[in-house]
Nanobody
Framework: QVQLVESGGGLVQAGGSLRLSCAAS????????MGWFRRAPGKERELVAGIDTFSSSTNYADSVKGRFTISRDNAKNTVYLQMNSLKPEDTAVYYCNARRSAYIPYWGQGTQVTVSS
């Protein structure tokens, strides 16, 4: 059974930092592209950052470029999201995603990030 378990969310003041982690099990982690999505209250879910299987390519939403960094450790089956210079508009539930061609994407349960002004 595939499981994606996010951790590292919490309450932080604007300008602060958080590091999210997503531990994967039940899948061949290195065969999946990984991503972080978020859903803010009253808004659609959006892609925050993505990383390919061997970290050769990353992509970011314009709103987080230069502030967030996605990385992965295939030996630990874990993907990370380092979030710096956080803003109140970054407040959302953050979800980990695993995707691979011909597979239904897998999702974690989400972790809440709240940024106070």
């Amino acid at each position: 059974q595939v499981q994606l378990v996010e951790s590292g969310g919490g309450l932080v003041q604007a300008g602060g930092s958080l590091r999210l982690s997503c531990a994967a099990s039940g899948l061949t982690f290195s065969s999946f592209d990984m991503g972080w999505f978020r859903r803010a209250p009253g808004k659609e879910r959006e892609l925050v950052a993505g990383i390919d299987t061997f970290s050769s390519s990353t992509n970011y939403a314009d709103s987080v470029k230069g502030r967030f960094t996605i990385s992965r450790d295939n030996a630990k089956n874990t993907v990370y999201l380092q979030m710096n210079s956080l803003k109140p508009e970054d407040t959302a539930v953050y979800y980990c995603n695993a995707r691979r061609s011909a597979y239904i994407p897998y999702w974690g349960q989400g972790t809440q990030v709240t940024v106070s002004s």
